[in-house]
């Protein structure tokens, strides 16, 4: 890790998991912290705990909460991180009308991302998931108003859905800022408060023992998104564990399905995202 005194991170999800080891490292090397969350309280617990950090209260599930947060960043970032996710057990709906997976892990961010935008200095990482290459994203029916709903379907379309947009993103920020870039990440399979895939205790403890066995701690999970935040990358990288399928080790740059990479589904998925948020135009190429 570089030293990055001087440096701005607002990093989304950062009061535990893999959000509250990043901000962790970051700090001690030096960066002003901005933790954007949904508790308050905890976000404040967190910040005392760190240096120069401040917490903005923001609920990836409404919009407006979303808007209202990023009215409130004046100040210049080096690097926004969204990490923040979701990972619900059966069908919600968020308070404007879209599949809570999609809410959180999506359209919350991609409106976040693109309002604060201006601010940003030089990077923005997604942080996405191997999820996404068992996933597919129907734009017909993205929020399953008419086919079967199961976790694993929605959460992994919510992800590839972020490895889209991240895609999308990189290319039209290129276009229109060269100084800032997108980098994408994964953390493999870590210990986190989504690795509890069920509302069964005794099949989550079984998780459990699978994440202790083949999988990694935060502490770890969380290399894959610093590396993304720091390292001189190619725009566009997708950064994951090095060892046994991604599930563990260490940050290396690694592959992406070719629906991530699709460019005509991702003009499609930037259409869809941006009619439900209506803020892309901050990032609208050039003509």
Avoid: C
Avoid at 32 to 60: C, H, P, T, W
Avoid at 209 to 229: C, E, F, I, N
């Amino acid at each position: 890790m570089p030293d990055l005194t001087g440096q701005t991170w607002l990093v989304t999800g950062s009061t535990n998991g893999l959000g509250l080891e990043t901000v962790r490292v970051a700090s001690s090397r030096g960066a002003r912290i901005i933790l954007a969350v949904r508790n308050e309280a905890l976000g404040q617990k967190v910040a005392s705990q760190l240096g120069d950090a401040d917490v903005l209260r923001v609920d990836f599930s409404s919009q407006a909460s979303v808007q209202s947060a990023a009215n409130q960043v004046t100040e210049q970032v080096d690097v926004l991180i969204n990490n923040a996710g979701a990972a619900t057990n059966s069908r919600q709906v968020s308070e404007d009308g879209f599949e809570m997976n999609l809410a959180v892990n999506l359209f919350g961010p991609f409106r976040f991302t693109n309002l604060v935008l201006p601010r940003v200095k030089r990077r923005v990482v997604v942080v996405g998931s191997m999820a996404h290459k068992q996933a597919t994203f129907d734009l017909d029916d993205p929020h399953f108003e008419r086919r079967k709903w199961t976790k694993p379907a929605a959460y992994g379309q919510s992800k590839l859905g972020d490895m889209i947009w991240g895609a999308e993103l990189s290319r039209r920020i290129h276009a229109l800022r060269p100084g800032v870039d997108v980098q994408l990440s994964h953390p493999g399979w870590a210990a986190t408060s989504l690795t509890n895939p069920t509302p069964s205790k005794a099949l989550n403890r079984l998780f459990d023992v699978g994440v202790a066995m083949l999988g990694q701690p935060p502490t770890k999970g969380a290399l894959t998104t610093l590396y993304a935040a720091t390292e001189v990358l190619p725009n566009n990288s997708y950064i994951g564990p090095d060892r046994l399928y991604e599930f563990r080790g260490h940050p290396k740059p690694v592959g992406r399905t070719k629906e991530a990479s699709d460019p005509r589904l991702a003009a499609h998925l930037w259409d869809l995202v941006d009619h439900a948020t209506s803020t892309a135009d901050v990032v609208e190429t050039k003509p």
